[in-house]
């Protein structure tokens, strides 16, 4: 199994090598040496690395990984890619504190957008586009991609996949694995440079379009102007990105379904008409608690709009400062970071599958009560019979509230006052990036002890691979430890 990890790392350091060479690209361009330095090191050692792999183990018959094995793959390669993501921002001196420059990285590609730069505006152009870029890597997941791209010689890339992508109920769209990912990487490239194009058409410039795009359908929230989308005052660009966050949010095999003209099962899909409801009641609460304030009707339409999109999708970008809003609207944002999008995206949170199973089991339970011997069922998508869900959805929640508490007491711990250690927990372990109070849409992480950063490093990692990934990966490094510590006894 450890030749079969090796090779599934050194795919994907090659991978993020590859990806390096765009913001390198622009770097020689506008002839950002520092920058050119950075990428040019950090490709060039990740490539190496996967050719020695590859060289060393060229004779060596690679096995397939068990379910343990790819919870390990999946969970080592999300940590190499964090680290590899961090060495540019460190080289080029963009980001001198190797703590603060691996926190970037790993916001970055866990799309949860916790920034601790002050001020994005100064850095290179390429290093803002590798920042958003790690956004767009990180938001249809870097196995699925490696599975797309290459062959992994019977490693067992559904196992991989599985591991990786959010959400209860997971499967192939089509008969093999990697036709699946690259179906799914086809669609998400297409919206990506249908929403880049329509920026260019709104007088966007191209490095600040790049960037935007990455890390709307990423649902990142990394921007490359200090003021995030509101930078711009460009309302068409304001709702272009809306309805991106929007897209993104929504789980991608439905997609595949409209493209391949199977709409038919599209709206009974029961994930995609929850979602929409919650949008479309969270965005009119929002807008009639803030009318009154008289920022105008078109200003709080687009700004309620845009900001429950924001929040739902975890994307984290801002057009205002939410956290001087009305307190019942800041309530109603702060309800979306628990509930999240759908499964099968790109958003973060505990997904609004589960959710609704939870609601649905609630309602069971309820007619049980008043008509104990009638016979109830918890339909989706109009299957009856889906009660096997419950457990795990009631599992999944217990350890993701669990998360929430002990991080939130350690942010406490370090510091931090009771209400942004609460905040700033749901947005680490829901990949959202801003909180609310001192840590809000316009601060950033920068001031935070170094500690606290790398527990809330653990905490977006955590979040991004639903928890279980990175439990398994750490006991599975503890069960690898006391094996070693036996074998030295003997």
Known sequence: MGVSLLRVFSYILALAGVASSLPFA???IYNEQSAIWAFGVSMLSSIAFAL??????????????????????VGGSWIFLSLFGALPLYFSGAVPSVTDAIFESVSGITTTGATII???????????????????????GVIALVVALVPLLGMGGMKLIQAETTGPEKGKLTARITNTAKVLWFIYL????AQFSLLLLFDMEVVDALCLAFSTLGTGGFSSRNASVGAFMNPAVEWVTCAF??????????YYRFFTARVG???????LRAFLLVVMVAFLCVTLVQLPTGEGVSKTLRDSAFHVSSIVSSTGFMTADYTAWRPAAQIVLL???????????????VKVIRWTILFKQLVNEFHRLVHPHGVYTLRLNGQPGRETLVPFVASFIFIYLFSVAITAFVGALAGLPTFEA????????????PAFGALGPSATYIGIPAGLKWWYCLAMLAGRLEIYTLLILIGSMFSLRRALGSQAAR
């Open 26 to 28: 622009i770097a020689l």
């Open 52 to 73: 020695i792999i590859a060289f060393i183990y060229r004779k060596v018959e690679t096995k397939t990984l068990n379910i343990r094995g790819a919870f390990m793959a």
């Open 118 to 140: 002050p001020d994005v505006e100064i850095l290179p152009r390429s290093i803002n586009v590798w920042r958003c870029e790690m956004h767009w890597l990180g938001g249809m």
């Open 190 to 193: 297409g919206f990506t440079l």
């Open 245 to 254: 966050m929007i897209l993104g949010s929504i789980n991608f095999a439905l």
């Open 265 to 271: 099962g599209i709206w009974r899909d029961t994930e």
């Open 335 to 349: 309800i979306l970071v628990f509930i999240g999008g759908c499964s099968g995206s790109t958003a973060g949170g």
């Open 422 to 433: 609460f905040t700033a927990s749901l947005s680490m372990i829901g990949n959202v990036g």
